[in-house]
């Protein structure tokens, strides 16, 4: 099978068909001819590939380009109409007589100068009339004077957004406004159209809609605050009507500097009458005004089209460079300084409408260019000195980041690991959006964004809250989900905010609850315990039972190693045993539970618990109920006491009074002091 030969392809004669037939007689079967089929179709995928690759990585040019073109026009159409006025001027001199019989050839030419002018006049109030009479509910197009038909066809309107179709237009373009109208359906009499809405030329900008998917043909009117486009039958039609805008914006520019410069002439006439009245024409002074430079007098124009195309750094840019130029000294007096101060003024509004629409999170904010995309927007902001708005823009948008990123952790297995994943997503976006803020924004505004983190926080943990402190939750479940996330706090402290204050806050009460839970549980069950009880050992069955108990009782700090007889029996109750690890867990899990301000509480449960079981099992006179109270008050009490104390510091004083209410002797022991950090204080 031959390969595909590319030279074929550039040859300026080549033939499609022909080079088929040849293709089709030098392939043998049809599955070669498949092949060459395949590798011509792969060969079109590459060359669109690279042609789409060249067209992005020149596209900066292609749009200098053109609007140095546009520039160019500009400049031909004034040139050419500099000609024109200079051909009408030579052709009058050229019919002047020096005869003598000027006067009546200048009258002849004259009188018919007026008869066209106003064959020209009735012809372009008879359009108007015939307007006026298509479109229903039309405004008088004949209020302005001068107002002349450019153009007007049938348009198709195309939502900006969703790319489908809306209505069939018809527009009618003037030399002063764009005006229009949409079809009547059931229509009677000479009315065909339907006003819709006029834009005056000098608020108008167009532009150029590439063809993307069902969209072909279109072009873009930005009249401040609406955003219209129009799709054409054919690029010729799309041509001819950007053209006629062109020309309309063109004409609305000449006549506006006309104006300016026949109401300046007058000014300075009058001001010079007036201050010097008896100076001659030789004498009168004539001031100098410097020029505008190129890009001063087009800066309005550049402005609307950086705007469109979305370079709001260059827009802000160019806006300063204009502004400093127009307060110089050489143009401060320029008649054309206010207008276009007025101008610059209005672009800079609709340029910060456009970057606060940017940061509203509710006008279909992507989170995928996440809170990067902000900076350019906010920076420019923090320019126009906005930076209040901005900053309560920024700080919506990370709390949708926020929301929907815990939002996405999905509650699966363990409530332990979704705690620990929540709590690390949380602080992330966290120190996400502090590291962002701070390089945005100036330092007195931090107090806003610890406002905003502790709010976060709080809604973060009443869902938590819900969904860990039930009834169904166990005690050291609770605690591994309150350590997970006050680890995930203390390292969020690294950044230069510590927020543990505000988490052990939200904290207290459902700690406090949780442990009174426990504690009443505990209370309730006691007495069936201590009644069902038979103050017989306990058999673990086999020796590995006996291993297991051991090691558990080990973990709370207990060596019962000596209670085990005959191998496979413990010499305590069940009710004892019950009571010794629900008491002993009760503390050492309140104790990692609670800070200094929650002490009280714990304690009261601790004194509670132990106080209901001394009362219950100090009834009972068999021998050997005696002996397991004995071992809770010999045993159990003293190593609670000690671990009490070797945890916090201090005795726990309830329970040191209920211990010498008993008897039980208590060996002092050094003080360890366990606040040594700021978190409990």
Known sequence: MSEIDMDKFAVPDFVPERYVKDLARSCVGGEELQQQKEKIQNLAEETASALKKNVYENYMQFIETATEISHLETEMYKLSHLLSEQRSVLTVLSHASILGNENGLSRESLDNHDVEAERAEEERKNKLNLITEKVESCMNLLDVPDRTLLHEGDLLEIDAEENTALQRMHVYLFNDCLMLTSWISN???????????????????????????????????????????????????????????????????????????????????????IESPSLSVEEMPSPQITPLPEWLADVTEELDVLIVERHFQKTYELMVSAQKALNTEDFKNHPQRVDILKKIEQKQKSLIEILLKDLDVTHNWSLRGGLQSTRQPVLILNKFNMTSQACDLFLTICSYTVKVHVKRVQLEGSINTYVKQVGEVFFCSLSDALTEFISLFPKNKISAFIVWASLQLRILMSQIIKQVFTPQCALDSVQDCVESLREQCTLFCQFGLDLRFQLNSCLRTPIIKALREYKEKTVDSMKNKITEDKWTPVNMHTKAGVNKFLKQMETLGL??????????????????????????????????????????????????????????????????????????????????????K???????????????????????????????SNEYL
Do not use: H
């Open 187 to 273: 229509r009677r009499g000479p009315m065909r159209y339907k006003f819709q809405v006029s834009y005056p030329i000098k608020n108008l900008a167009v532009v150029n809609v590439r063809d993307l998917g069902t969209v072909k043909q279109a072009f873009k009117v930005l009249a401040f605050p609406d955003t219209r486009v129009f799709q054409c039958n054919s690029f010729a039609i799309k041509k001819d009507w950007l053209d006629k805008f062109e020309i309309a914006k063109k004409l609305y520019i000449e006549k506006e500097n006309s104006k300016q410069k026949k109401k300046d002439s007058q000014e300075k006439s009058k001001s010079e009458s």
């Open 559 to 644: 060596i019962l190693a000596k209670y085990v007889i005959n191998e496979t029996w413990v010499d305590l109750s069940s009710s004892t045993i019950w009571f010794t690890k629900s008491i002993v867990t009760i503390q050492k899990i309140g104790l990692q539970l609670v800070n200094k301000d929650m002490m009280d509480n714990l304690d009261e449960y601790i004194y509670t618990i132990f106080n209901s079981w001394l009362v219950l099992a100090s009834v009972n006179d068999i021998s050997y109920a005696k002996k397991n109270f004995k071992f809770i008050l010999e045993t159990v009490m003293p190593l609670m006491l000690r671990c009490y």
């Open 646 to 676: 070797e945890e916090v510091g201090y005795d726990n004083e309830k329970l040191v009074a209920l211990a010498k209410n008993y008897g039980v002797s208590i060996t002092p022991s050094k003080n360890i002091t366990k606040y040594t």
